[in-house]
């Protein structure tokens, strides 16, 4: 891949992973309820995911799921059922019981947990498919090997998502640490949280 092509495809990525969603909204809460540090389970499922619709769409398959009805829509709604999922979970769930100006003890979730809701949070968004299809040509040169071609597009979108998802997200989401020192904030951060996973499974399932 040309240098040039590549700076052009590193911006767009870059652009792409700025964009606030759902892996944006998975990534600060799990800062906030496992770390800054143990975040980064929940990235790597989601670039697992990425890599795995990368794959779909040089395979052509993304080109079967983007032209049936059936299967994008099957798949959307699966995916925003599971955000809504996501999204109800953190409005029940319980806050930590402390004294105001006490520090919350940090949640023992296991690095798997969080790398599985990563990746389902990101494998289940067929518009991901449909997005790569049109991003992907881009900047493939079909005269030019490919395999190599779909190596560095990946790695290099991968690369920058899981530089923004941990130092711009995670690390935003310590601006919002302060509210976990008190049940009120907690509750207030998992109603937060709670609602944006619903408004991101409705654009998903109605825009």
């Given at each position: 891949?040309?240098?040039?092509?590549?700076?052009?495809?590193?911006?767009?990525?870059?652009?792409?992973?700025?964009?606030?969603?759902?892996?944006a909204?998975?990534?600060?809460?799990?800062?906030?309820?496992?770390?800054?540090?143990?975040?980064?389970?929940?990235?790597?499922?989601?670039?697992?995911?990425?890599?795995?619709?990368?794959?779909?769409?040089?395979?052509?398959?993304?080109?079967?799921?983007?032209?049936?009805?059936?299967?994008?829509?099957?798949?959307?709604?699966?995916?925003?059922?599971?955000?809504?999922?996501?999204?109800?979970?953190?409005?029940?769930?319980?806050?930590?019981?402390?004294?105001?100006?006490?520090?919350?003890?940090?949640?023992?979730?296991?690095?798997?947990?969080?790398?599985?809701?990563?990746?389902?949070?990101?494998?289940?968004?067929?518009?991901?498919?449909?997005?790569?299809?049109?991003?992907?040509p881009?900047?493939i040169?079909?005269?030019?090997?490919?395999?190599?071609?779909?190596?560095?597009?990946?790695?290099?979108?991968v690369?920058?998502?899981?530089?923004?998802?941990?130092?711009?997200?995670?690390?935003?989401?310590?601006?919002?640490?302060?509210?976990?020192?008190?049940?009120h904030?907690?509750?207030?951060?998992?109603?937060?949280?709670?609602v944006?996973?619903?408004?991101?499974?409705?654009?998903?399932?109605?825009?």
């Amino acid at each position: 891949m040309e240098f040039s092509l590549w700076l052009a495809l590193a911006g767009a990525g870059a652009m792409i992973s700025l964009t606030p969603g759902a892996g944006a909204i998975n990534t600060m809460s799990n800062a906030l309820t496992a770390g800054f540090r143990r975040s980064l389970w929940g990235i790597l499922g989601q670039q697992l995911a990425l890599v795995v619709h990368v794959v779909i769409v040089a395979a052509g398959v993304g080109i079967l799921v983007a032209s049936s009805p059936l299967a994008f829509h099957l798949i959307r709604y699966v995916g925003a059922a599971y955000l809504v999922y996501l999204g109800v979970r953190k409005l029940l769930a319980k806050v930590e019981k402390m004294d105001d100006d006490a520090a919350p003890a940090v949640a023992l979730e296991s690095g798997t947990s969080m790398f599985t809701r990563g990746l389902w949070v990101n494998l289940l968004n067929p518009k991901a498919i449909v997005f790569f299809l049109a991003f992907m040509p881009q900047f493939i040169r079909p005269a030019e090997p490919l395999l190599g071609q779909y190596i560095i597009l990946t790695l290099t979108v991968v690369a920058i998502d899981v530089i923004v998802m941990w130092f711009v997200f995670a690390a935003g989401a310590k601006q919002l640490k302060h509210l976990t020192h008190s049940e009120h904030g907690q509750r207030t951060l998992n109603r937060t949280f709670g609602v944006l996973f619903i408004l991101v499974a409705i654009l998903l399932a109605v825009v």
